[in-house]
């Protein structure tokens, strides 16, 4: 079965700065995505970034970047110049491929950005 | 574009009462559909996901129930809820070959 791991379960940074939040994960399959999900205050779940294990090149969207480790089963998200409104929860997900599209999640990373 | 709506946004409810979550997404066709539940500082549960008019897969046992309706409905219901039922409620929608799973506004329920 797979599990996904992230091990700082809150963290802060002043804004403008770059916050890095580990993710990582265990399985015995070879084709899957990675995501990062924000969870802000308003509870709606929202898509940061996305990562198909089959590339090697890793995602960016904007100022969220990952550092995908496929040997090391690690999948990180930093965020560079973070903005007050980037203060959420974080949830690292795995979902295998093929599948009926389930997620398996993290418990989450409380980010708090201060002014 | 697609879509995604729940409600009610909010809901409390007394022990015993029954449930109504409804979901509905617009945009697209066919769409596999899932309810999720968060409760208070934790990650997310699925409860239940359907990939057709009728089909619905239950993944925990439970107090809950889903059904799809249409094809693009997917209502999540309780005949009597329990205080254990209180949470953070959330639909959320794929497609065809798509990938990634988006959310709906979520709904918070409140046994009391």
């Known amino acids: 079965a797979q599990t996904v791991t992230q091990s700082q379960p809150e963290m802060s940074v002043q804004e403008a700065e770059t916050v890095t939040l580990s993710c990582t994960y265990d399985t015995s399959e070879n084709n899957y995505y990675l995501f990062w999900y924000k969870q802000p205050p308003s509870r709606q779940m929202i898509l940061v970034i996305r990562q198909e294990a089959y590339k090697q090149q890793n995602a960016t969207e904007n100022r969220f970047s990952v550092n995908f480790q496929k040997a090391a089963k690690s999948f990180s998200l930093k965020i560079s110049d973070s903005q007050l409104g980037d203060t959420a929860m974080y949830f690292c997900a795995f979902m295998k491929q093929p599948s009926n599209y389930q997620l398996i999640w993290g418990a989450g990373t409380k980010l708090i950005i201060k002014p | 574009s697609q879509t995604i709506h729940q409600w009610p946004a909010t809901l409390v409810q007394p022990v015993g009462s029954p449930l109504s979550l409804e979901c509905t997404v617009e945009?697209?066709?066919?769409?596999?559909l899932y309810w999720y539940r968060q409760a208070a500082g934790r990650g997310l549960q699925l409860l239940f996901y359907?990939?057709?008019?009728g089909q619905i897969s239950s993944e925990v046992p439970q107090n809950l129930s889903a059904s799809r309706p249409q094809d693009r409905q997917f209502i999540l219901s309780s005949k009597k809820l329990l205080l254990s039922d209180s949470g953070f409620y959330l639909c959320?929608?794929?497609w065809g070959s798509g990938n990634t799973i988006y959310f709906g506004e979520g709904s918070w329920l409140t046994v009391v």
């Open positions: 945009g697209t066709s066919n769409p596999n």
């Open positions: 359907s990939v057709g008019i």
């Open positions: 959320a929608w794929t």
